[in-house]
């Protein structure tokens, strides 16, 4: 489809456990992205896929986040044993190329709330 | 912030206004982009500058790019209500964007 769709749209976990959160980039686009939004703040990035394979992930707190993007399946983004501060919107984005000119397209968010 | 600064941080105008809304980084890149965000909602494309190119119009939008001065600017021209968002600018190098703080836009009838 030409829409990047995330799910859940809204996630609400109490500290220590997991969060999931998936994301199907559009059709035939290469590059996916996660994006962390705090409190309507400016987007830091996390990681950033080219197909299945992890293309940059210098944004990615590793010690409890962990990301996939496998053939045939929506991407995830998985938190484990969230804290408080991990509570924001988390954006997925996809665009067609590397480098070139294009413009990414996000999808929606998920709103993840740790309590 | 990760890259740099937006200013200003928030802008309150009249329907019909023009609104200017500007955007400064530090590293070097290859294209500047700018987003809309509606409340609750991603973001937006909005328009697409290359490192080599100075200004760009796309419909009421106007951005302008001064790589010597790490700077662009976003006009948009005879205001309308539903251009009531937040507007980030985004610099992209080595396919990865990186986002200002957003200028938050309200707009009266």
């Known amino acids: 489809g030409e829409e990047v769709a995330q799910t859940p749209k809204h996630l609400v976990r109490g500290e220590g456990q997991k969060a999931k959160l998936y994301c199907a980039p559009i059709?035939?686009?290469?590059?996916v992205f996660w994006y962390q939004q705090v409190l309507k703040n400016e987007f830091k990035f996390l990681i950033s896929?080219?197909?299945?394979?992890?293309?940059?992930e210098t944004g990615m707190p590793k010690e409890r986040f962990s990301a996939k993007c496998l053939p045939n399946s929506p991407c995830s983004l998985e938190i484990q044993a969230t804290k408080l501060e991990d509570s924001a919107v988390y954006f997925c984005?996809?665009?067609?190329?590397?480098?070139?000119?294009?413009?990414?397209?996000f999808g929606s968010g998920t709103r993840l709330t740790v309590v | 912030s990760q890259q740099g600064e937006e200013d200003p941080q928030a802008l309150s105008i009249q329907e019909g206004e023009n609104a200017t809304m500007n955007c400064s980084y530090k590293?070097?890149?290859?294209?500047l982009q700018w987003y809309r965000q509606n409340s609750g909602r991603g973001l937006v494309h909005l328009i697409l500058?290359?490192?080599?190119?100075r200004e760009k119009h796309s419909g009421r939008l106007r951005v302008t790019l001064d790589t010597s001065k790490k700077s662009s600017s976003l006009l948009i021209t005879a205001s309308r209500a539903a251009d009531t968002a937040s507007y980030f600018c985004?610099?992209?190098?080595?396919?990865?964007?990186?986002f200002g703080a957003g200028t938050r836009l309200a707009v009266h009838p």
């Open positions: 984005a996809s665009s067609p190329r590397q480098y070139d000119n294009y413009g990414y397209t």
């Open positions: 059709k035939g686009h290469s590059y």
């Open positions: 896929f080219q197909n299945e394979n992890v293309f940059d």
């Open positions: 590293t070097s890149i290859n294209n």
């Open positions: 500058i290359r490192s080599n190119e």
């Open positions: 985004a610099t992209a190098l080595y396919n990865k964007l990186i």
